[in-house]
Protein backbone atom coordinates (compact mmCIF):
# COMPACT_ATOMS: atom_id res chain seq x y z
CA UNK A 1 0.00 0.00 0.00
CA UNK A 2 1.47 3.74 -0.48
CA UNK A 3 1.91 6.02 1.51
CA UNK A 4 0.26 9.79 1.22
CA UNK A 5 3.36 10.95 -0.14
CA UNK A 6 4.39 8.41 -2.57
CA UNK A 7 1.31 8.88 -4.20
CA UNK A 8 1.51 12.80 -4.54
CA UNK A 9 5.63 11.85 -6.06
CA UNK A 10 3.94 9.56 -8.85
CA UNK A 11 1.08 11.92 -9.46
CA UNK A 12 3.94 15.00 -9.51
CA UNK A 13 6.04 12.75 -12.27
CA UNK A 14 2.52 11.99 -14.17
CA UNK A 15 1.47 15.86 -14.33
CA UNK A 16 5.24 16.06 -15.50
CA UNK A 17 5.26 14.15 -18.75
CA UNK A 18 1.79 15.30 -19.43
CA UNK A 19 2.59 18.65 -19.11
CA UNK A 20 0.19 19.81 -16.45
CA UNK A 21 1.86 23.11 -15.41
CA UNK A 22 -0.53 24.14 -12.55
CA UNK A 23 -0.37 20.23 -10.74
CA UNK A 24 3.16 20.10 -11.57
CA UNK A 25 3.56 23.53 -9.61
CA UNK A 26 0.93 22.51 -6.90
CA UNK A 27 2.60 19.37 -5.90
CA UNK A 28 6.07 20.26 -6.21
CA UNK A 29 4.69 23.03 -3.59
CA UNK A 30 2.81 20.21 -1.28
CA UNK A 31 6.25 18.28 -1.10
CA UNK A 32 8.18 21.35 -0.37
CA UNK A 33 5.79 22.26 2.77
CA UNK A 34 5.58 17.88 3.06
CA UNK A 35 9.48 18.36 3.47
CA UNK A 36 9.85 21.35 5.57
CA UNK A 37 7.60 19.68 8.32
CA UNK A 38 9.81 16.55 8.47
CA UNK A 39 12.72 18.53 8.97
CA UNK A 40 11.09 21.16 11.63
CA UNK A 41 12.39 20.34 14.83
CA UNK A 42 15.88 18.77 16.45
CA UNK A 43 15.21 15.63 14.10
CA UNK A 44 14.02 14.69 11.04
CA UNK A 45 10.75 12.47 10.97
CA UNK A 46 8.82 10.87 8.37
CA UNK A 47 5.16 12.02 8.49
CA UNK A 48 2.54 9.28 8.81
CA UNK A 49 -0.68 9.79 6.16
CA UNK A 50 -2.77 12.00 9.25
CA UNK A 51 -0.26 14.44 9.08
CA UNK A 52 0.55 14.54 5.75
CA UNK A 53 -3.29 15.32 5.26
CA UNK A 54 -2.41 18.10 7.73
CA UNK A 55 0.19 19.62 5.31
CA UNK A 56 -1.92 19.52 2.64
CA UNK A 57 -5.33 20.93 4.79
CA UNK A 58 -3.11 23.98 5.59
CA UNK A 59 -1.62 24.39 2.19
CA UNK A 60 -5.50 24.04 0.73
CA UNK A 61 -6.58 26.29 3.17
CA UNK A 62 -2.91 29.61 2.34
CA UNK A 63 -4.50 28.91 -1.57
CA UNK A 64 -7.93 29.85 -0.37
CA UNK A 65 -7.19 33.05 1.52
CA UNK A 66 -4.61 33.73 -1.02
CA UNK A 67 -7.85 33.86 -3.81
CA UNK A 68 -10.27 35.56 -1.78
CA UNK A 69 -6.98 38.69 -1.23
CA UNK A 70 -6.35 38.76 -4.90
CA UNK A 71 -9.78 38.54 -5.90
CA UNK A 72 -10.60 41.61 -3.34
CA UNK A 73 -7.41 43.35 -4.75
CA UNK A 74 -9.02 42.87 -8.29
CA UNK A 75 -5.96 40.23 -9.39
CA UNK A 76 -8.11 38.19 -10.86
CA UNK A 77 -5.81 36.08 -13.11
CA UNK A 78 -3.67 35.12 -9.85
CA UNK A 79 -6.83 34.39 -7.48
CA UNK A 80 -7.74 31.99 -10.42
CA UNK A 81 -4.10 30.22 -10.06
CA UNK A 82 -4.84 29.95 -6.27
CA UNK A 83 -8.24 28.70 -6.76
CA UNK A 84 -6.90 25.81 -9.37
CA UNK A 85 -3.90 25.10 -6.73
CA UNK A 86 -6.34 25.14 -4.20
CA UNK A 87 -8.84 22.24 -6.11
CA UNK A 88 -5.84 19.97 -7.08
CA UNK A 89 -4.95 19.81 -3.42
CA UNK A 90 -8.51 19.41 -2.55
CA UNK A 91 -8.54 16.15 -4.77
CA UNK A 92 -6.26 14.51 -2.22
CA UNK A 93 -8.49 15.54 1.24
CA UNK A 94 -11.18 13.66 2.57
CA UNK A 95 -14.86 15.01 1.82
CA UNK A 96 -15.43 16.94 4.73
CA UNK A 97 -19.17 16.65 7.14
CA UNK A 98 -21.96 17.75 5.24
CA UNK A 99 -23.88 21.14 7.05
CA UNK A 100 -26.95 18.76 8.05
CA UNK A 101 -24.51 16.04 10.07
CA UNK A 102 -22.44 18.80 11.71
CA UNK A 103 -25.62 20.43 12.73
CA UNK A 104 -26.88 17.31 14.40
CA UNK A 105 -23.51 17.03 15.95
CA UNK A 106 -23.34 20.23 16.86
CA UNK A 107 -27.14 20.33 18.32
CA UNK A 108 -26.13 17.05 20.17
CA UNK A 109 -23.62 18.46 21.86
CA UNK A 110 -25.16 21.74 23.04
CA UNK A 111 -28.12 19.83 24.44
CA UNK A 112 -25.07 17.72 26.61
CA UNK A 113 -24.02 20.94 27.42
CA UNK A 114 -27.18 22.52 28.20
CA UNK A 115 -28.03 19.17 30.59
CA UNK A 116 -24.75 19.88 32.31
CA UNK A 117 -25.87 23.49 33.30
CA UNK A 118 -23.71 25.28 30.43
CA UNK A 119 -25.38 27.46 28.58
CA UNK A 120 -25.32 30.64 26.59
CA UNK A 121 -21.92 32.26 25.31
CA UNK A 122 -19.98 30.43 28.53
CA UNK A 123 -21.05 27.05 26.79
CA UNK A 124 -18.95 27.98 23.62
CA UNK A 125 -15.95 26.47 24.27
CA UNK A 126 -17.12 23.49 25.52
CA UNK A 127 -19.53 22.97 22.89
CA UNK A 128 -16.22 23.06 20.48
CA UNK A 129 -14.18 20.81 21.94
CA UNK A 130 -16.99 18.24 22.80
CA UNK A 131 -17.64 18.82 18.23
CA UNK A 132 -13.76 18.46 17.43
CA UNK A 133 -13.27 15.40 19.12
CA UNK A 134 -16.58 13.91 17.43
CA UNK A 135 -15.54 14.81 13.96
CA UNK A 136 -11.91 14.92 13.92
CA UNK A 137 -10.18 16.72 11.07
CA UNK A 138 -13.80 15.93 9.21
CA UNK A 139 -14.92 19.64 9.33
CA UNK A 140 -12.77 22.78 9.40
CA UNK A 141 -12.66 24.62 12.70
CA UNK A 142 -14.45 27.76 11.32
CA UNK A 143 -17.28 26.09 9.88
CA UNK A 144 -17.47 24.57 13.53
CA UNK A 145 -17.57 27.44 15.07
CA UNK A 146 -19.86 29.24 13.26
CA UNK A 147 -22.53 25.75 13.39
CA UNK A 148 -21.94 26.39 17.22
CA UNK A 149 -22.27 29.83 17.52
CA UNK A 150 -25.69 29.70 15.33
CA UNK A 151 -27.03 26.92 17.39
CA UNK A 152 -26.60 28.61 20.87
CA UNK A 153 -28.13 31.79 19.60
CA UNK A 154 -30.71 29.86 18.59
CA UNK A 155 -30.96 28.13 21.99
CA UNK A 156 -31.40 31.49 23.58
Do not use: C, F, W
Not at 38 to 44: F, S
Not at 104 to 117: C, L, N, P, T
Not at 121 to 147: C, L
Amino acid sequence: MTTLKEQLRADLTDAMRNRADVVVSTLRMALAAITKAEVAGKEHVTLSDDEVLGVLRSEARKRTEAAETYAAAGRDELATRERSEAEVLAGYLPAELDDDALGAIVSEEVARAAADGVTGPKAMGVVVKAVRTRVGTDAAGGRIAEAVKRELAAQS
